[in-house]
């Protein structure tokens, strides 16, 4: 039953023990699958994922993943692991079955079930699953420039199609196939029709400076099941070697009397006139790009390195991804990038989790830490800092590191602020979604970003709501400044579900039911895990008032806030640049008074999936105003 469709990521790989410079074969890294996509669909779910590449946020976590599985598995082995690239696949997923945002082509979309539900092994062949409308292919081997096709494996439920199964379809082929163009004689008269093909049309030239995939690259990906043709095969293995040399040549940048003058600085030469020579505008970047590669990092350049930094007008981005400075020498940096606001330290072995200690006191505008492939802060060290000093992290707005990469972590990391949505989609009330750090603007801009398509007119809204990945596609967009689109988000982490009993002893949830069939509301609920369960008869009343603890099961002290009361306790954590504006608080204050207006069960209310809250009561928001 429906119209069934898959997708598949593919990428270069390089076999186990290949040369760095291989250019490696094509694989299947992610899989996914979709009940319901046919007709221009595949063609909004790809350009919503391709919108998210554009991302170069998102592109640095999707390229660190391609690098870190390259030499993993032979080139006949299968894939050891289902989810090789977890972010890459959260991205593809929660991009294909959600649009909180809408446009002129896509109304509000929510759709599929949960991740772990519509992920498929990705060691399958492209036409092992369940289809009735083709399958999308998306290469991702250089995430700044996709490519794409569509194919047709057992033909497609289109009306009068044709085609060829088992070669690459363009945007505009596999979408007429289900929407042809009507006679002129139609469009003249029906103003539904003109207005339908008009977006059609739009649709279709997302995709017009989108390369296609070759029927090589298919044929390397699955070669059981795509032929190559004869006139492939000597183009084949070497249609992209040009690109590659070229990429591999020497760069300009190498600059020898840069390199020449960081030698004669260590060996003791004149500082004075050296510094003139690399300190001159056209010079900096590769001198500061020549001082990283050093290992390890000389003592005596730091300084040198600092003076780089304070010659340089903007440095709200520092990268120092692949250095080898140790937390002194990082220091020393501090005074000269105090506007920073992304600090990418990746891959540097020298820096640990008392590294950070020192350095983020001293950095007041920094919003993303980047620390990726960086072997001195594992992810169990990372959890504790974060556990032991949340007011140092509470202000950041991505912590980029792979303790929030994982989707199925045997070490979970202790959130304070989860999520609890019920709904016609997403019914089960004991599971949670959670953010790593608190984050109060972050919090605000998830509600508004969850809540608001409810107060649109749309049927299939009001009907269905949210389900799990809806959920955690607001949850993990970064802020967003005035005027960038959700559609266009930094996606920081990967959303990760999770049990109450997995959350801390004191935590924060916003609890929302958008049920058909049970009372409909939402409340702030301060969860705190009590040491034993406590028979109170007591049933509370009023907003603040403590609910019954259950006989037999975890007790958990819950007191409920409305919008106001929730922002007055929390009032003071992380700082200025954290906290939400007063427009935000605002709008979603409106938001939630619309709900309240718009259905009268909708408000602070009761519902039984609170844990040990039997019924509680609180006031409307508005009676507390």
């Known amino acids: 039953m429906g119209q069934r469709h898959q997708v598949y990521i593919i990428a270069r790989i390089r076999g186990r023990g290949s040369d760095s410079s291989s250019r490696g074969r094509y694989r299947c890294i992610f899989a996914w699958h979709h009940q319901w996509c046919y007709g221009y669909l595949p063609l909004l779910g790809a350009h919503r994922f391709f919108t998210l590449l554009k991302n170069p946020d998102n592109a640095e976590i999707v390229r660190w993943e391609l690098d870190h599985i390259q030499g993993l598995w032979a080139d006949d082995e299968s894939l050891t692991d289902v989810l090789p690239c977890p972010y890459t696949g959260f991205l593809l997923g929660t991009s294909w079955n959600v649009d909180l945002e809408g446009n002129v082509l896509s109304a509000l979309y929510s759709s599929g079930t949960e991740f772990e539900n519509d992920m498929m092994d990705p060691n399958m062949g492209s036409s092992h699953g369940h289809n009735n409308d083709g399958i999308t292919i998306l290469d991702i081997t250089d995430p700044s420039a996709p490519a794409y096709c569509f194919v047709s494996i057992h033909g497609l439920e289109a009306a009068n199609y044709q085609g060829r199964d ?48 070759k029927q090589s690259s298919l044929a390397e990906a699955w070669p059981a099941e795509y032929r190559l043709e004869e006139s492939d095969k000597d183009k084949g293995e070497d249609e992209d070697a040009p690109a590659e040399e070229a990429e591999r040549a020497p760069k300009a940048s190498d600059d020898v009397l840069v390199t020449a003058a960081i030698a004669a600085l260590i060996q003791g030469g004149d500082s004075g006139k050296i510094e003139g020579v690399l300190l001159q505008r056209d010079r900096r970047n590769a001198f500061r790009t020549q001082l990283c590669k050093l290992r390890p990092f000389p003592d005596e350049l730091a300084p040198f390195l600092a003076k780089v930094f304070r010659e340089e007008e903007d440095n709200k981005y520092v990268d120092l991804a692949g250095s080898s400075l140790d937390t002194n020498q990082l220091c020393q940096l501090l ?10 330290l990746s891959k540097n072995p020298y820096i640990n989790t ?31 800092i974060i556990a032991e000093k949340p007011e140092l992290f509470d202000p950041l707005d991505a912590i980029i590191h792979s303790l929030f990469l994982s989707r199925a972590s045997s070490l979970p990391y202790n959130p304070r602020f989860a999520i609890r949505w019920v709904s016609y989609k997403n019914h089960r009330g004991n599971q ?84 058909m069939s049970q009372n409909r509301g939402w409340a702030f609920v301060h969860q705190r895990r009590l040491p034993k369960v406590i028979d109170k008869q007591a049933n509370p009343s009023a907003e603040g008032a403590t609910s019954p603890a259950r006989k037999g099961k975890q007790a958990w002290d819950s007191q409920i806030y409305d919008l106001k009361g929730f922002l007055e306790k929390v009032r003071g954590v992380g700082d200025r640049h954290s906290a939400p504006s007063d427009e935000a608080v605002e709008e979603l204050q409106s938001i939630l008074d619309k709900l309240a207006e718009d259905r009268a069960d909708l408000g602070v209310e009761g519902y039984p999936f609170l844990g040990s809250v039997e019924q509680p009561q609180a006031k409307q928001a508005e009676a507390s105003q």
């Open 432 to 515: 949670l979604f959670t953010m790593p750090t608190f984050n109060l603007a972050r919090i605000i801009q998830t509600l508004i970003d969850l809540l608001r398509p409810l107060t649109i007119d749309d049927s299939s809204f009001e009907l269905h709501g949210h389900n799990a990945e809806s959920v955690e596609a607001a949850l993990t967009g970064g802020l967003r400044r005035a005027g960038e689109p959700w559609s266009a988000r930094t996606v920081t982490y990967v959303a990760r579900p999770v049990a109450q009993h997995d959350l801390p002893d004191s935590y924060w949830e916003f609890s929302f039911m958008h049920s």
């Open 354 to 384: 008392g590294t950070l200690l020192q350095i983020l006191p001293q950095l007041p505008n920094l919003r993303r830490l980047v620390l990726l492939g960086c072997s001195g802060i594992p992810p169990h060290d990372l959890k504790a």
């Open 335 to 344: 005074p000269e990038i105090q506007a920073v606001e992304v600090l990418n």
């Open 166 to 213: 088992f070669v690459p379809m363009a945007a505009k082929d596999y979408c007429r196939a289900y929407l042809p163009a009507p006679a002129p004689a139609v469009l003249k008269k029906n103003k539904k029709e003109r207005r339908t093909e008009a977006n059609i049309k739009k649709t279709i030239a997302l995709f017009d400076d989108v390369p296609l995939i």
